[in-house]
């Protein structure tokens, strides 16, 4: 039998500064990133999550191959993303 999935969300500025540390974590499978509570963590609206720390998010799973992952809201308003 295969262990359930392990993953990480990465919803507040105190994560983001640990990120590296975090895609570490042994037997971490994927990393989620939070946008919204990660905004508002950062003094912006719910919705308009920082291109810079979301990317930074992205980048980190993606060279310790924990695939990353978000959600871009309601249809239409996933803008960059």
């Known amino acids: 039998m295969s262990a359930a999935p392990s993953f990480s969300i990465i919803e507040d500025a105190e994560a983001l500064g640990a990120?590296?540390?975090?895609?570490?974590?042994?037997g971490l499978d994927a990393i989620f990133a939070g946008r919204a509570d990660l905004a508002v963590?950062?003094?912006?609206?719910?919705?308009?999550?920082?291109?810079?720390?979301?990317?930074q998010i992205?980048?980190?799973?993606?060279?310790?191959?924990?695939?990353?992952?978000?959600?871009?809201?309601?249809?239409?308003r996933g803008g960059r993303w």
Do not use: N
Not at 19 to 26: G, L, P
Not at 41 to 55: I, K, L, N, R, T
């Open 19 to 26: 990120i590296e540390e975090i895609v570490e974590v042994e």
């Open 58 to 76: 992205l980048r980190a799973g993606y060279l310790r191959r924990a695939p990353p992952s978000w959600r871009s809201g309601a249809v239409g």
């Open 41 to 55: 963590s950062m003094g912006a609206a719910q919705d308009g999550a920082p291109h810079g720390p979301v990317e």
